[in-house]
């Protein structure tokens, strides 16, 4: 009995592989793992971007274009606000060296920078300057923020600052 259900079990199995057409074995491996996904990409996808540009990537699922468009754009948005932030911190810290940092050489407990309302503000001008969609479903989009609009954003930046930093007495 135990023979017959190990003969039964192979027979099936050879009905089932050989059933297979090639055409179902093509589907399989139409997406080679060789295959670059990049190919035929514009530049901007595959090299670097200026200062106040960003890009960034969605998968689309079940073919929403507008749905992989809008997670990308957000990717890119956090990345872009992410930069300004970092540097609006270091060019904070590099012109108030002095008045945050105590004589041991420490930053002071109680002096935080507070960069978001700034970041917020240098995001205000952002626009989605090109998108591309590669052969595997991603979407990609490339956003530009004015960079007039993150000098101004800077700008205002090193001016609240320095007031509240005046306040401090240099040690």
């Not at 960034?56 to 930069?83: G, H, P, Q, Y």
């Not at 800077?154 to 609240?160: D, G, P, T, V």
Request: proline share 2%; hydrophobic share 40%; charged share 30%.
């Amino acid at each position: 009995m135990r023979n017959l259900k190990f003969l039964a079990l192979g027979a099936a199995a050879i009905i089932t592989f050989t059933g297979c057409s090639s055409s179902d074995l093509d589907k399989f491996t139409q997406y080679k793992p060789m295959q670059n996904e990049l190919q035929n990409a514009p530049s901007w996808v595959t090299d670097s971007v200026n200062e106040y540009q960003v890009k960034a990537s969605a998968k689309m699922i079940n073919d929403e274009f507008e749905l992989a468009r809008t997670e990308a754009t957000m990717r890119a948005k956090a990345k872009l606000a992410e930069r300004i932030n970092s540097n609006i911190t270091q060019i904070l810290k590099e012109k108030f060296k002095k008045k945050i940092k105590n004589k041991n050489g420490d930053t002071k407990q109680n002096l935080k920078i507070n960069t978001e309302y700034f970041v917020n503000m240098a995001l205000i001008d952002v626009k989605e300057k090109s998108i591309w969609v590669s052969n595997k479903g991603n979407v990609w989009v490339l956003l530009e923020a004015n960079p007039e609009v993150v000098k101004m954003a800077i700008q205002k930046a090193i001016s609240e600052y320095s007031d509240d930093f005046s306040k401090i007495d240099d040690e």
